[in-house]
């Protein structure tokens, strides 16, 4: 069993920045896949970046990509996200996810654990 708490949401105008962390307990964190989704009231969750084991590997999805970053400290069982030059669009409750698996997803149903989610809104 792991166990996900999201922080770092808020309130930033369009152009800001935010870093999302998601702090990782209950399992060997380094055994873990690591990802991050968002969603919008009655929307499915949309994949926004997902890191290996190791953190050697990242994938993001195309609205986010070259503005966002993902990572992660194993030593701290905690992968953050950074986001940079936000969008009004990029207003979402964003949830952290993990498998115990090697493989990395982009899809939400493969994912067996998640935080509780944090609210990002950005103003235009």
């Known amino acids: 069993q792991v166990q996900l708490v999201e922080s770092g949401g808020g309130l930033v105008q369009a152009g800001g920045s935010l870093r999302l962390s998601c702090v990782a307990s209950?399992?060997?964190?380094?055994?873990?896949?690591m990802a991050w989704f968002r969603q919008l009231p009655g929307k499915e969750r949309d994949f926004v970046a997902v890191i290996s084991r190791s953190g050697s590997i990242r994938d993001y999805g195309g609205t986010v990509k070259g503005r966002f970053t993902i990572s992660r400290d194993n030593a701290k069982n905690t992968v953050f996200l950074q986001m940079n030059s936000l969008k009004p669009e990029d207003t979402a409750v964003y949830y952290c996810?993990?498998?115990?698996?090697?493989?990395?997803?982009?899809?939400?149903?493969?994912?067996?654990?998640w935080g509780q989610g944090t609210q990002v809104t950005v103003s235009s």
């Open positions: 996810a993990a498998k115990e698996t090697s493989a990395l997803f982009r899809g939400s149903p493969n994912y067996d654990y």
């Open positions: 209950g399992a060997m964190f380094s055994s873990v896949t």
